[in-house]
């Protein structure tokens, strides 16, 4: 067990470090400017997409430098700016898409002019995705779409979506699936917000009412679209990102313990029972770095891992909702205040904000019964249920 980077891993974690030190200070002004600029720094490295090939505008980095550049950008707070583009719409075009639309799709992914939104789910279907029943019927040159997709994140603002649709209702459920690219324009679709218990607009219900989508937006072959919404490129999926995280709010919370231990602003100067939690989750979150070393080096080794990324995704997003769940005891009636504004809120709110917040990731990605089942079949060997 050897947790050091070899020389030429060490030479590009440098490079990273050197690059944020340059270009980022801290956090990025405010507004869609900042965001722009910086998303042209990451673009001129290639680090927008960097497990893209350099000929659409990644860095074609290996497993190994992804996951040194996830960590370094986690441990630096530094935002990537990928998106569902960048993380599912891309790399499924690089693979199976036209040369049409690669060249129409991929540059605008990657300088951020599109925003593209994921329709999977469906009321009827989200853990057992393949049973979806949203229909395209081909009618000439366009297929004709009737249905309802839920849950869709950003198709407020979603320029185009990728789709799953039923294009052959009597084959067995995983065969009779076309993949879809929709632009969110076209005459029938009608997006209904959802709100989440923040109270924020996230997520939305779309709708599809005898929607035109030209045949040649269609990717893959027609009802293999269940094979090619599983494509990836060879992506790092360690989860260090969120582990890291984790470390950055211990370490806020220690601190503002520190602060304010003598003014009755948190339990923990006079419970120790919270005290004593505090150090649990500390514990857990250095459990789940290992847990994601462990992912990585599967990776690096040219090994996929199965189970144990089950279990890491399992285990870092209930963490999230421990630490967030310690978090607000620990600022007492504090801990009740969501609204940063509020001159009363402690931690401008964050610990409050990421218990309501943190109920959706163990739903979003695979729910937490999901993941479970998966160790329970592939990690223990137990029968299914
Ligand atoms: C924040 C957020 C954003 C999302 N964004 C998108 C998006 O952009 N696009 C999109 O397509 N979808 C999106 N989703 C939907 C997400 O993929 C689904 O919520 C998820 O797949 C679960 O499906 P479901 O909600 O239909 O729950 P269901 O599958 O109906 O599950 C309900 C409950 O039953 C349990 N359950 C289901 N099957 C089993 C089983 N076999 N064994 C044991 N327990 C089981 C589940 O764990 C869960 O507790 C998002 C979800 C969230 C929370």
Redesign the pocket.
């Known amino acids: 067990m050897d947790f050091r980077d070899t020389p030429p891993q060490a030479a590009f974690r440098a490079e990273v470090r050197q690059f944020l030190r340059d270009e980022f200070s801290g956090e990025l002004e405010p507004g869609a400017a900042g965001m722009a600029a910086w998303r042209k720094k990451l673009v001129a490295r290639g680090w927008v997409a960097p497990a893209w090939p350099k000929e659409y505008g990644g860095a074609a980095l290996g497993v190994m430098d992804q996951f040194i550049l996830n960590e370094e950008f986690a441990e630096a707070r530094a935002p990537q700016v990928g998106g569902l583009g960048v993380a599912m719409a891309g790399p499924t075009l690089i693979v199976h898409g036209t040369e049409e639309q690669k060249q129409q799709h991929l540059p605008r992914i990657l300088n951020g002019e599109v925003i593209w ?5 469906e009321p009827g279907a ?3 995705l393949a049973s979806l029943q949203t229909r395209a019927v081909r009618d000439g040159d366009d297929y004709v779409v009737n249905g309802q ?1 839920i ?3 950003m198709a407020q603002h979603a320029h185009w979506m990728f789709m799953l649709t039923r294009t052959d209702p009597a084959a067995p459920k995983h065969r009779g699936i076309t993949y879809l690219l929709v632009d969110m324009k076209s005459p029938g679709i009608t997006v209904r917000p959802l709100y989440n218990m923040a109270d924020r607009h ?2 939305n219900e779309v709708f599809f009412d005898n929607v035109r989508v030209p045949a040649a937006n269609r990717v893959g072959e027609e009802n293999m679209g269940w094979y090619i919404g599983t494509t990836t490129l060879d992506f790092e999926r360690s989860n260090i990102g969120t582990v890291v995280g984790h470390m950055h709010t211990l370490r806020s919370l220690s601190k503002y313990v520190a602060e304010h231990r003598d003014d009755g602003r948190t339990t923990v100067a006079w419970d120790r029972a919270v005290r004593m939690e505090l150090v649990d989750r500390y514990v857990e979150a250095r459990v789940g770095r290992l847990m994601s070393y462990r992912v990585i080096s599967m990776q690096a080794q040219g090994r996929v891992p199965n189970y144990e990324a089950s279990m890491t995704k399992l285990y870092s997003s209930e963490l999230t909702q421990r630490i967030a769940g310690t978090g607000v005891k620990l600022l007492g009636l504090y801990g009740q205040i969501s609204s940063s504004r509020s001159k009363h809120a402690a931690m401008k709110a964050r610990p409050t904000k990421q218990y309501l917040y943190g109920v ?1 990731i163990t ?2 990605g ?5 993941q479970r ?1 998966i160790v329970a079949g592939r990690g223990l060997g137990l029968p299914h249920d």
């Open positions: 939104c994921q329709g999977f789910s989200g853990s057992d997709k849950w869709t994140s996230d997520f959706a739903i979003g695979g729910t937490s019964e999901i089942n």
